[in-house]
Nanobody
Framework: QVQLVESGGGLVQPGGSLRLSCAAS????????IGWFRQAPGKEREGVSC????????YYADSVKGRFTISRDNAKNTVYLAMNSLKPEDTAVYYC??????????????????WGQGTQVTVSS
């Protein structure tokens, strides 16, 4: 049974940092690209970052480039999203997902087949 479970969200002040984790089970992590998306109330789900399975290439949305870092630990079957210099506009529910299509860039939700339940990130003073 394929499962993705996010953790690490919370409340943080502007300028602060958080590290999200995505624990995968039921499949071999290093065979797939893994992406992070976020969705704020009243907005569409937005691609944030993605890491490839083969050469470890990473992709970021322009809005987070230079502030967020995606990484993976295949031995632990876990993907991480380190978020620094957080802004109020980063507030959203963050989801990790498995991509079935081997492509460049973060892509769109339709390219991903399994999703976690999400973890809330709130950036506020």
């Amino acid at each position: 049974q394929v499962q993705l479970v996010e953790s690490g969200g919370g409340l943080v002040q502007p300028g602060g940092s958080l590290r999200l984790s995505c624990a995968a089970s039921g499949f071999t992590l290093d065979y797939y690209h893994i992406g992070w998306f976020r969705q704020a109330p009243g907005k569409e789900r937005e691609g944030v970052s993605c890491i490839s399975n083969s050469d470890g290439s990473t992709y970021y949305a322009d809005s987070v480039k230079g502030r967020f870092t995606i990484s993976r630990d295949n031995a632990k079957n876990t993907v991480y999203l380190a978020m620094n210099s957080l802004k109020p506009e980063d507030t959203a529910v963050y989801y990790c997902a498995r991509r079935v299509l081997m492509a460049k860039g973060v892509g769109v939700p339709a390219q991903y087949d399994y999703w976690g339940q999400g973890t809330q990130v709130t950036v506020s003073s």
